[in-house]
């Protein structure tokens, strides 16, 4: 895992560039929020190839679990990626409401993320 640094408006961002899934667990999602508070960043960029499958199904709650987390501890995360491929409203909805908080956002393009987080 390789952590790439941004910073726009002396905010600074962490992009998670890696080959493999970093997140499988709430535990990961965590451990990984952690550690980038812990280098000073701000908010976080993740791809979506990066997360386990299990975290577009809603049902089993990791999505909702690590979402809460940041948002507690005030970190900001954007993940990258092909949404259209998720059809159930239910994950729709998820994205749309998460969209809207300006916190958490899932974006299809890394400009669009660094964009978000230099509002």
Do not use: C, W
Request: charged share 25%.
């Amino acid at each position: 895992m390789l952590i790439k640094s941004h910073t726009i408006n002396g905010v600074t961002i962490a992009e998670i560039i890696s080959d493999t899934i970093v997140i499988e667990s709430v535990q990961d999602g965590l451990d990984l929020m952690g550690d980038v508070y812990y280098q000073g960043f701000d908010k976080v960029i993740m791809y979506e190839e990066n997360i386990t499958p299990d975290f577009f199904d809603l049902k089993n709650k990791i999505a909702g679990e690590i979402l809460q987390k940041f948002s507690n501890y005030r970190i900001g995360l954007a993940i990258v990626g092909d949404f259209s491929k998720y059809k159930s409203k239910s994950m729709k909805d998820f994205i749309f409401e998460s969209n809207k908080t300006q916190h958490i956002n899932f974006v299809t393009m890394l400009e669009e993320a660094l964009e978000n987080f230099s509002k």
